[in-house]
């Protein structure tokens, strides 16, 4: 199972987007019963998660991105999803979703680029 994220583009400060990620080849029981992470990465550094959302249906979110970014997620379609709003330079990056913590082969993320 490979994740496969789209979604992403160039927008300016102040804009939204929404990442879909789709959990392609999973099976209903390990994608329902997995926590489920967006992650950033940045050139030169560590990959770093922003969100969460767990098998119990609940969210964690990163303080640089709490109250403006949102995880769903749709069990039937084997979805995760990422609200972004009010974006800002500093949410330039490579986005991934995996579950959390990482089990699956990364996918090639979704390049997020912010222009103030």
């Known amino acids: 199972v490979r994740p496969v994220e789209s979604g992403g583009g160039s927008v300016q400060a102040g804009g939204s987007l929404r990442l879909p990620c789709k959990a392609s080849?999973?099976?209903?029981?390990?994608?329902?019963?997995?926590?489920w992470g967006w992650y950033t990465q940045v050139p030169g550094k560590q990959r770093n998660l922003v969100a969460t959302?767990?098998?119990?249906?609940?969210?964690n979110y990163a303080d640089a991105v709490k109250d403006r970014f949102t995880i769903s997620r749709d069990s039937a379609r084997k979805m995760v999803y990422l609200q972004m709003d009010s974006l800002k330079p500093e949410d330039t990056a490579v986005y991934y979703c995996?579950?959390?913590?990482?089990?699956?082969?990364w996918g090639q993320g979704t390049q997020v680029t912010v222009s103030s």
């Open positions: 995996n579950t959390l913590p990482p089990s699956l082969d």
């Open positions: 959302f767990t098998s119990s249906r609940t969210t």
């Open positions: 080849g999973a099976i209903t029981s390990f994608f329902n019963s997995n926590r």
